[in-house]
């Protein structure tokens, strides 16, 4: 059975495409996009402090605003390190 011909060119062609298998998820695209979602979620926590009045307001909404910073960072570094430790 023939599986590739030259064209009029003088190229090769498949004329059975290669059966393509789906990719499997990877889990650091999984671990990703949960990361995306805890980041999305705490902002919308720390926009909905900042709209309501409670007692004890502003700890928790500078708590949320640190955590908004320093999360976010402290991933990048340990992300890093592991690039660079070539894992």
């Known amino acids: 059975m023939v599986t590739n011909m030259e064209d009029r060119m003088g190229q090769s062609v498949d ?7 789906p990719a499997p998820i990877a889990a650091k695209r999984i671990a990703a996009m949960i990361g995306v979602i805890l980041l999305l979620a705490l902002i919308a926590v720390t926009f909905v402090v900042a709209c309501i009045d409670f007692d004890g307001k502003e700890q928790v ?7 908004d910073i320093v999360i976010p960072v402290f991933l990048w570094v340990i992300l890093h390190f592991f690039q660079k430790s070539g894992n």
């Open 15 to 21: 004329l059975e495409p290669e059966a393509e298998q």
């Open 61 to 67: 909404f500078s708590a949320l605003l640190l955590c």
